[in-house]
């Protein structure tokens, strides 16, 4: 495992002192409100008080937004072996086999759970309908609502959520950092337009933040997105990886001037064609598995072809299938594309990659553990070494139900095992004043100014030079953007970004060679020698 070095320059975002600040105590706290999050609050101990944290309202995260579905063998005729070597295969030989044997076989168990819970997944011919995604060798993507899985699965969570009777859910409060006293993680300091700062004191702390899409100008992720907790991970002392490997979705779409919508995966899988300007079907010339090819793959073919055409964006054709088919499968993306005059069972769909999954983030083992102690983590903030270089279609919900599971049940256990002795530590954070002023600053214009420069230069192809071209611009709004002190989110949020860019850049240059979701057109050959994961620590402040 390679390890690299990243310095920040302050401990925390902003200073606080114990005496001149407002506290709360739990025995679990629980950060961030998806999938992960709520299945880790569902396993903790009635006799345990938690407090959930939501950055926005409960129901908005990434996995309200997940179309396609939650893999798992639930059909007679596939086998739990497949879907291990279908996940070893897109994970181009750094999955480790021991977590994706875990995952896989726990897969059918979780589906289940959540439809006792009230998830109701579409029906077909009396069982769970099932629809096949690129790299999956069978169908085994049991969807919900068609084209909009992770909004009933997160119906079904938050439903049952705001029912335990020892949970505290805190809507729209903004975590700006993890608290760690003696290596040890005692909870976060956060913050809301109601009460300002608070220290939140607990025995154990679950991370479940989710991704970062909003690095990069082209994303399919909500507004949320902003690498929050892998950023707070990091100042806290944990072990990150595999930061170099953003998985770009390959079909978005693409309308100037409009928010990016994801085109799910599921149209493929139920015979969609992608084509190019000039009416090609293009990917044969690519990949024996056409369409269907694993997402990394798909995603550079559509990159070439691009250049090949110079043209903006490719299309994904509907207009050969049924179209009762069509618009009873994908009710959501119909609507989308109507509201720019589109009938997605007869126009071209015009799309283009974009951001869409971290597959790096903290190291945690098979129980949901990071390097922190009194810190777990689950969802899209780890690297459990399930996904490798490029995760498999529709296995990211079910990565969070498994270990958000597995970080409720140990977190609570470690809790429930510790002494009540609920008191504030002497933790200060302070430093000298300085730096630009709010006014000296567009935050905007930064945020948009790093989307640009992660999209051009530590996209879908990098090169040397581009890398340390984008390596020293980020480096130096760094320089000043992290050494000031923000009051509100919009600077934490960019302050963030800049860190994770960091590290993104970081992996994306130390890794010479191109391996899954890592294009280098300077190493264009995975290389053996390197088919390990990359580890980032935080250096000396």
Known sequence: ?????????????????????????????????????????????????????????????????????IAGVLDPVDEFSNHVADTLAA????????????????????????????????????????????????????????????????????????????????????????????????????????????????????LATGGAGQIYRE????????????????????????????????????????????????????????RDCTGERFMGAYSSQMELAPRDEVSHAIVRQMEKTRHPCVYLDLSHLPKELVRERFPHIGKVCRDFGLDI???????????HYMIGGCTTDDEARTTVPGLWAAGEV?????????????????????????????????????PDEFRPIPLVSDWPTGGPTDDELDLTDLRNSLGSEMWRDVGIQRTLAGLEGAQRQVDFWSTYVAAKEFADPRGWELQNMLLVSRLIIAGALSRRESRGTHFRNDFPQPDPGQAQHFSIQAGPT
């Open 1 to 69: 495992m390679a390890d690299l070095l990243i310095s920040s320059p302050h401990r925390y975002l902003v200073r606080f002192h114990p005496k001149r600040i407002a506290h709360a105590f739990t025995d679990v706290l629980i950060i961030g409100s998806g999938i992960a999050g709520l299945r880790a609050a569902l396993e903790v101990p009635a006799g345990l008080q938690q407090i959930i944290i939501s950055k926005d309202q409960v129901a908005l995260s990434n996995s309200a937004w997940a179309q396609g579905g």
């Open 219 to 274: 994303t399919t992720n909500p507004a949320i997105a902003t690498a929050d907790g892998h950023a707070a991970a990091f100042r806290a002392g944990a072990e990150l990886r595999d930061m170099e490997f953003m998985q770009f979705h390959p079909t978005v779409l693409y309308i100037a001037g409009s928010s990016r919508h994801l085109i799910s995966e599921a149209v493929r899988g139920e015979g969609a064609y992608l």
């Open 345 to 355: 069972t007869r126009d071209l769909i015009p799309v283009r990659p974009g951001a």
């Open 91 to 206: 994970g181009k030989g750094i999955c480790d086999p021991r977590i994706v044997e875990l995952v896989v076989h726990e897969a059918p168990e979780r589906i289940h759970e959540l439809i006792e819970w009230g998830a109701v997944f579409d029906q077909e011919n009396g069982s769970i309908a099932l629809t096949r995604e690129g790299g999956h060798s069978h169908r085994r993507v049991a969807h919900a609502l068609q084209d909009a899985t992770g909004k009933e699965v997160m119906r079904a969570l938050i439903a049952r959520a705001t029912e335990l009777p020892n949970a505290e859910i805190w809507e729209k409060t903004f975590t700006i950092d993890l608290l760690t006293h003696e290596g040890v993680c005692r909870g976060a300091v956060v913050w809301n337009r109601e009460h300002g700062k608070t220290l939140v004191w607990a025995k154990q702390t679950i």
């Open 382 to 418: 780890t690297s459990t070494g399930l996904h490798g270089a490029n995760r498999l279609a529709s296995n990211s919900l079910l990565e969070g139900l498994v270990f958000g599971r597995r970080a409720g049940r140990n977190a609570g256990a470690a809790a429930a095992a510790t």
